[in-house]
């Protein structure tokens, strides 16, 4: 009798699927957050949690919804194998109605996945398993994922017709005219001088879709980053084409809040300083990236 009474009190503390999932989810969401102070520790214990339900409950309703937070907490914790796993795993259970409503974004991740580990023979495989997304999770985010399988693949045609087809206003609209910008950046070739000898490529088509990036809306951080990597390309191509007035002008649109392009941009404005003979502000540059960031 006293055993039975443990046993039915402990089956009544017991967390239910659903509670599990939602301390998952709460767990993964707090470590993406900005300026999240225990990412790594939050990531695994959201790992583990999600976990218990995908080996322990895996014929609930639930299963699916935590294979794929699962996934997305081992891809931002960059367990990127472990990552593949689970998305690989969602898209060969796209028939059971569970699992259908992930299958879009998880092949859209196996694309940031082959990227990440510079694994490009695999999207050949990811190509296969887009065919297989309903027409109906077929979005902006697919599409833009499809565009970078092809530019990763320098098959820079079909890269720009995927890119194009993202629509205005999308989540990804800014990311797909950055694209298409480093298509054009990449289909840039040499002019011809008066003497007949070669020189150096013509990026003008590429600074101006660079250029038509920075027109887009900053509304949000990554769009914000995305922007400042736009004015990041047009001060390389100008250093290229030694327009270091120009170049100038680019760098200093990066923004401040950027951290990692802003350093990076100092160092590289100092530089430009340097073609243009102005040393004095080369090592003023200089000087802000070395406060900026002393151990660069």
């Known amino acids: 009798g006293s055993v039975q009474s443990v046993v039915q009190r402990t089956q009544s503390q017991l967390v239910t699927?659903?509670?599990?999932?939602?301390?998952?989810?709460?767990?993964?969401?707090?470590?993406?957050?900005?300026?999240?102070?225990?990412?790594?520790?939050?990531?695994?214990?959201?790992?583990?949690v999600l976990s218990e339900i995908v080996e322990?409950?895996?014929?609930?309703?639930?299963?699916s919804d935590a294979m794929f937070l699962r996934g997305e907490s081992y891809y931002a914790g960059e367990e990127y194998l472990s990552a593949r796993r689970d998305y690989r795993t969602i898209v060969d259970k796209g028939n059971d109605p569970r699992y259908q409503q992930y299958v879009g974004r998880?092949?859209?991740?196996?694309?940031?996945?082959?990227?990440?580990?510079q694994d490009f023979a695999s999207l050949d495989e990811v190509f296969q398993k887009m065919n297989q997304v309903p027409p109906s999770q077929v979005d902006a985010a697919l599409t833009y994922a499809r565009g970078k399988a092809y530019y990763f693949k320098?098959?820079?045609?079909?890269?720009?017709?995927?890119?194009?087809?993202?629509?205005?206003?999308?989540?990804?609209?800014?990311?797909?005219?950055?694209?298409?910008?480093?298509?054009?950046?990449?289909?840039?070739?040499?002019?011809?001088?008066?003497?007949?000898?070669?020189?150096?490529?013509?990026?003008?088509?590429?600074?101006?879709?660079?250029?038509?990036?920075?027109?887009?809306?900053?509304?949000?951080?990554?769009?914000?980053?995305v922007i400042d990597l736009a004015w990041m390309a047009m001060g390389r191509l100008f250093y290229e084409m030694e327009q270091y007035q120009q170049a100038v002008e680019m760098y200093n649109h990066v923004g401040r809040d950027d951290k990692a392009?802003?350093?990076t941009m100092l160092y590289e404005l100092a530089w430009t300083f340097v073609r243009l003979g102005d040393v004095q502000r080369a090592e003023r540059a200089l000087e802000v990236l070395s406060i900026s960031n002393p151990e660069s």
């Open 154 to 225: 320098k098959d820079y045609a079909n890269a720009n017709s995927s890119f194009a087809s993202v629509p205005n206003g999308a989540l990804y609209t800014h990311q797909a005219r950055y694209f298409q910008a480093l298509v054009r950046m990449k289909e840039a070739k040499p002019e011809t001088g008066a003497s007949g000898t070669a020189q150096k490529a013509n990026y003008r088509p590429a600074i101006e879709a660079f250029r038509a990036v920075t027109d887009l809306p900053p509304d949000t951080e990554e769009h914000r980053h």
């Open 106 to 117: 998880a092949v859209a991740r196996l694309v940031d996945v082959a990227i990440r580990l």
């Open 261 to 263: 392009e802003f350093d």
């Open 17 to 48: 699927v659903e509670q599990r999932l939602a301390n998952g989810e709460l767990l993964y969401r707090t470590a993406v957050a900005p300026n999240s102070k225990s990412r790594a520790e939050d990531l695994a214990r959201a790992e583990l």
């Open 56 to 63: 322990g409950f895996p014929d609930t309703r639930n299963a």
